[in-house]
């Protein structure tokens, strides 16, 4: 099964960079996504890895590594519209098993 | 509409009713999934699909039943609902099962009097 742990919550003001963890326990690894979700909103694709180091896009960035079983992502030059739920999520099978999600709220 | 959509949108129904919350998906995905959200748990999978009739359940599936009898349309029924299941509930699909991105409903709001 899996064991999936991130942070909460954390706060940042605009501009500045957050880092949101995730430690994950699983039988067998297949990769690791992180989703966006806004308040009321459905969950949104952000990114998959599923080899080790840190793969960029745009302000956001998302880390792997597998042998810790950690990964991070990266928010850089933060916005109000970041403010928003980030879920990672383990894939098992077809089926993926979510963390709690860590709320992340921007502040002007 | 293009995607995947689901109806109601908002449901307040009451103890013992049976409820039926609907899924419809564009994309001829093979793989379907209804999740539960509920403050402090994140997303939890209640029930999944890999293809018309092949059904299983996730890991909250007691009080749930669905069925596929299309590609397209997943629903989800609550037998007689129970406060517990006010939630809000996701549909979700995707092409090739866990190593691709799903795709998700908007989501019904539900409420159990």
């Known amino acids: 099964g899996q064991n999936i742990d991130q942070p909460t919550e954390m706060t940042a003001t605009e501009g500045a960079i957050v880092q949101i963890n995730c430690t994950y326990q699983t039988s067998g690894f297949n990769g690791l996504f992180w989703y966006q979700q806004h308040a009321g909103e459905a969950p949104t694709f952000l990114s998959y890895?599923?080899?080790?180091g840190l793969e960029e896009k745009g302000r956001f960035s998302s880390f792997l590594s597998r042998s810790k079983g950690y990964s991070y992502l990266l928010l850089k030059e933060l916005q109000m519209k970041d403010s928003a739920s980030y879920l990672c999520a383990v894939p098992n099978d077809y089926k993926l098993s979510f963390g709690a999600g860590t709320t992340v709220t921007v502040r002007a | 509409d293009a995607g995947i959509t689901q109806s109601p949108r908002y449901k307040i129904t009451e103890t013992g009713r049976q409820v039926t919350l609907m899924c419809h998906q564009t994309?001829?995905?093979?793989?379907m999934f209804w999740y539960r959200q509920d403050l402090g748990h994140g997303l939890r999978l209640i029930y999944y699909?890999?293809?018309?009739?092949?059904?299983d359940k996730g890991e909250v599936p007691d009080g749930y039943v669905v069925s596929r009898s299309k590609t397209e349309n997943f629903p989800l029924t609550l037998e007689s609902a129970t406060r517990s299941q006010t939630s809000v509930y996701f549909c979700a699909s995707t092409a090739r099962g866990g190593y691709n991105e799903q795709f998700f409903g908007p989501g019904t709001r539900l409420t159990v009097l």
């Open positions: 890895n599923v080899l080790d």
């Open positions: 699909s890999a293809a018309a009739d092949i059904t």
């Open positions: 994309w001829s995905h093979s793989y």
